[in-house]
Every structure is written in C-alpha cells, then in structure tokens.
C-alpha cells in the first residue's frame, strides 16, 4: 500500500510540476476607437399657432329686410300714417347673430317707408322704465309687446325673429294690431350674406 501511495504522490507531485507553455496570440489585438456621430443642429420646437376662427361672412339686414317690408306696407289691412312699435329682432337660431344690427337695419328701412310713424327709441326707453322694465329688455314675449305698444298708444307691433341655422338662417315677420293681438300680415325670407 505505501507503493501505491508513493506513486499516487509522485503523480501528483510531477503533474504540479509541469507547465506549459503560455499561448501567444496569433493575431495582435485590434484597438476600437469610439466613433462620434457628427452634431446636427435640431432647431428648438417650434409651438404652432392655430388658425384663426373662421369669421361669418356679414350679413347685409337691410338687403334681408327691404322685401319683407315691401310687402308689409303694400298689405291692405294696415292703415297709412299709423303708429308702430318695433320690437327688437330675436335670435332663435343655434348659433350667435348680430340682432342689434337687425334691430337698426329694420328701423332704417321703416323710417325710409312713409307707411307708419315709429315710435322712437327715446320714447320706448321711457316708457319702459315707466313700466320697470329695463331698457335692455327685448321684450321676448309677444304680450309684454302689445302690452307696451299699447302705453305708448301704438296701433301697431312688429315682432320679428331670426331661426334655422345660423349659417343659412330665415328671418320671420309679424304685424300685430296693438288693441286685440290679432296678426294681420306675416312673412319670411332668407338672411342674406
């Protein structure tokens, strides 16, 4: 056994013992130099303004109202020389209109027309505060209308509106005698652009 122990040791011993030899490298190293990318200059970001909002075209009241009173006065049921109250133009469509315009357009081309006397916009501020109303009352209900007109010792009310779409819309027209409410002429047109 110690034979065997021997040789078990000398093996070890020797194999401890022999080296080899360290392994050249065949090829030498290859060296890799950083690349850097060429700097382009990106322009800061730019913030994009939005369009405008498209503006309405203008509408031309008293191109839209001159037919519609050329057939009120040439209607045989209202009386030459009569008073008038002009009640505001009213906005039922579905968008935003410049009914002030309307509302000074329709009394230009009333005053142009020797067909009635209106009522002035003095004597309706007065007579509204009068009645407390306010003066930027519209008078929205045909009633509250006839109730002035008939203050102000009108024989007639003119209650007009602007409805459909606001893009296309249609102005309507009523005449109403002032005493009984009775509608005696009435139209409609197109609002032109």
Not at 49 to 75: C, G, R
């Amino acid at each position: 056994m110690k034979r065997y122990l021997s040789v078990a040791l000398a093996a070890l011993v020797l194999t401890g013992c022999i080296t080899q030899p360290p392994v050249q490298p065949t090829t030498p190293p290859v060296t890799i130099e950083p690349v850097t990318p060429p700097v382009t200059e990106t322009p800061p970001p730019v913030d994009t303004v939005p369009p405008p909002p498209k503006m309405q075209q203008p509408t031309d009241w008293a191109a839209s109202v001159e037919p519609l009173v050329a057939q009120m006065v040439n209607s045989n049921d209202v009386t030459n020389g009569s008073i008038l109250l002009l009640d505001s133009v009213k906005n039922n469509t579905n968008g935003a209109l410049q009914t002030a315009k309307a509302t000074s357009a329709l009394h230009q081309v009333l005053s142009s027309n020797k067909k009635f006397v209106l009522i002035s916009p003095q004597q309706l501020a007065v007579a509204k505060q009068t009645l407390g109303l306010s003066e930027e009352d519209s008078l929205g209900s045909r009633s509250k209308a006839i109730g002035l007109a008939r203050y102000v010792g009108a024989q007639y009310v003119l209650y007009s509106d602007v409805s459909g779409d606001v893009k296309s819309p249609t102005i309507k027209m009523q005449l109403m005698q002032a005493q009984t409410g009775e509608i005696i002429w009435s139209g409609n047109g197109p609002v032109n652009r």
